[in-house]
């Protein structure tokens, strides 16, 4: 069944880079994504890459992507304690109506 | 261009009460898709509306019902609630809702007492 799975806990120190790791289960996904929640808000989308692709990066964000293990992770470049926030990672399934979410590893950046 | 906007933000209500949660997607998205977010189970999927049908549907009980309107407003409603109910209600919007980013609201907390 679809699943995808994630650390619950990171901690990383400010100016440090924080990789997030996630797996997931159905290989046909084409459309993974990763979404961040600040407390009492709702997901705001960071970024996604196609299945296509290995690599994608946006300013401090870059996401690699392992399509053979099915693997995502996501990397914060310079993290600052501004990104303390929970971050899930998704996939679309194959029909497209529904993402499926990890339950989110939540990230402190200690000053 | 306006977010995806939920209202209410907030709502209270007491077992076996019904609720109406309403989304507004994102002007000339056509597909809502609404989550139910717990500390204990993360985001689940309830159900997904393009075009005023519902397409796919999460494992809920029957309870949980959703529709969408021509304007691609959509509502989601609650009978006979339960204290596990509470959560936060997010809903989202895409232009299809095919493989495309999905952007969401601020959300609903429902706290069922």
């Known amino acids: 069944g679809e699943d995808v799975e994630q650390s619950l806990f990171l901690s990383v120190r400010e100016g440090d880079s924080s990789v997030i790791n996630c797996t997931y289960t159905?290989?046909?996904?084409?459309?993974l994504y990763w979404y961040k929640q600040e407390p009492g808000a709702g997901l705001q989308l960071l970024t996604y890459i196609f299945s296509n692709m290995d690599m994608k990066q946006d300013q401090r964000l870059t996401v690699l992507l392992n399509k053979k293990d099915k693997h995502l992770s996501l990397r914060i470049a310079d993290t600052q304690t501004g990104d303390s926030a929970i971050y899930f990672c998704a996939e679309r399934d194959t029909g497209g109506f529904k993402t499926i979410f990890g339950a989110g590893t939540r990230l402190f950046v200690k000053a | 261009k306006a977010g995806v906007t939920q209202t209410p933000r907030y709502l209270i209500k007491t077992r076996g009460q019904q609720v109406t949660l309403s989304c507004s997607p994102i002007s000339g998205h056509r597909s809502v898709s609404w989550y139910q977010q717990t500390p204990g189970q993360g985001l689940q999927f309830l159900f997904e509306?393009?075009?005023?049908?519902?397409?796919n549907k999460g494992n809920f009980p029957g309870r949980f019902s959703g529709r969408q309107f021509s304007n691609s407003r959509s509502e989601m409603n609650v009978s006979t609630l339960e204290l596990g109910d509470s959560a936060l209600y997010l809903c989202?919007?895409?232009?299809?809702?095919?493989?495309?980013?999905?952007?969401f609201g601020q959300g609903t907390r429902l706290t069922v007492v």
């Open positions: 159905d290989s046909s996904s084409t459309y």
């Open positions: 509306y393009f075009s005023e049908t519902q397409r």
């Open positions: 989202a919007s895409s232009s299809s809702g095919v493989n495309t980013e999905a952007f």
